[in-house]
């Protein structure tokens, strides 16, 4: 009895056993250029025949904030090279920002890396129309106790055309800044740049290398990013100019309030786009500060929504809402020089700066 029960048991667990085995399968799926071989994604090395260096060709996707570098996963392999090893000029936990995806007909490895200055050994070069930022890529060979070929280095390249919706966090920057403006009745958040440009197109952005001369045109920027363009405009609903980053010192001008410009201090000042679309934008000549070398505008902003019919209108004293406004600044370095009369050296007319003596500061402005 004894020995049926021990060959049942046998018999038993044969058949399940059989029934149990099955080819292991790759659960994740495999790209085109793969083949699926005891569970795991391998290379075809059908499919790259004659494959040599030349046919090594990463792509690039240049985004407002991100860069996204990939390469293709199964040449690498199958070059000698080994696809883990990618790294940027500098690593760290910080610089890790790789992921693999399947995408026109192969399993790809991408790096992303962040549109910003000193990121990771990020590079920032400009000129009069563009910014560009660049890094180098570089990719170690498999490990083997013979090299017969030299680890890959390239190098990377992004350019972006200044404008307003260029919003690169350059280091320290006084000349643009971007906070999260608080969305309608404080729900979510939205990034939120003013800068200062030098033409009305917002295409050549003050730096912190610049010095502005009093009475030159300073056009002010300021637009918000992800917000509905057809449900809600962004609303300046007051800015002010301070010597310091202090807007409550004694020293100041308000330029605009409840939306428009301020018409009661010692200046005119053109506001060309407010409450009507994501972007505003003001004009206003360079001043100066009696005794100080730099200015601060200060805007409170918020959203607003096209449907109430108000957000372009100057609202009157008190009755504008600051609900949700949220607070925006940046700086500039002014510079005073002497205006000479076209007789040569003998009759000199002071700077407009000098005249700030009368009081504490005296705004000029010129109309567009």
């Known amino acids: 009895m004894k020995l049926h029960f021990v ?6 667990i044969k058949y399940a056993g059989a029934q149990c085995i099955k080819t292991p399968i790759c659960t994740s799926g495999c790209a085109p250029d793969e083949n699926c ?7 075809n090395g059908s499919m790259y025949q004659n494959l040599t260096i030349g046919n090594f060709h990463p792509t ?12 293709n996963q199964c040449q690498l392999d199958l070059l000698g090279y080994d696809p883990s090893s990618i790294h940027l ?3 760290g936990e910080n610089c890790s920002y790789f992921f693999s995806n399947i995408s026109n007909g192969s399993r790809r490895i991408f790096v992303q890396t962040e549109a910003a200055s000193n990121w990771c050994g990020n590079t920032v070069e400009s000129d009069e129309s563009n910014i560009y930022i660049s890094n180098t890529i570089y ?5 083997t106790d013979i090299i ?13 055309t200044r404008n307003m919706q260029t919003s690169l966090q350059l280091p320290g920057n006084i000349t643009t800044q971007t906070v999260d403006l ?16 030098k033409d009305l197109a ?4 003050f730096t912190n290398d610049d010095t502005v001369v009093v009475g030159s045109d300073i056009f002010v920027g300021i637009f918000v990013a992800g917000a509905d363009s057809d449900i809600f405009v962004l609303r300046i609903e007051k800015c002010t100019a301070s010597p310091t980053e202090d807007r409550n010192g004694p020293n100041n001008f308000v330029l605009i309030e409840n939306g428009c410009a301020k018409d009661t201090v010692s200046a005119d000042i053109y506001v060309k786009e407010n409450g009507n679309s994501t972007e505003a934008l003001f004009r206003i000549s360079s001043f100066k500060f009696q005794n100080y070398d730099s200015v601060y505008i200060t805007c409170d902003v918020r959203l607003c929504e096209k449907s109430n019919g108000t957000c372009s209108k100057c609202a009157a004293s008190g009755k504008s809402s600051n609900i949700d406004t949220n607070e925006i600044q940046i700086g500039l370095n002014i510079e005073a020089k002497y205006d000479f009369a076209d007789n040569a050296g003998i009759n000199t007319v002071a700077s407009w700066a000098l005249l700030l003596g009368i009081q504490a500061a005296f705004l000029f402005i010129k109309f567009f």
């Open 7 to 12: 060959f049942a048991l046998a018999i038993l």
């Open 37 to 43: 071989t005891v569970g795991k994604c391998v290379c």
């Open 60 to 71: 690039i996707v240049c985004e407002n904030s991100i860069i996204t570098v990939g390469v």
């Open 89 to 91: 000029r500098e690593t």
């Open 139 to 143: 990719i170690d060979i498999k490990k």
């Open 148 to 160: 017969t070929k030299n680890p890959i280095k390239f190098n990377y390249t992004c350019g972006y």
């Open 182 to 197: 608080t969305g309608i009745n404080g729900t979510g958040l939205y990034p939120v740049t003013m800068s200062a440009y």
């Open 202 to 205: 917002c295409t050549i952005p």
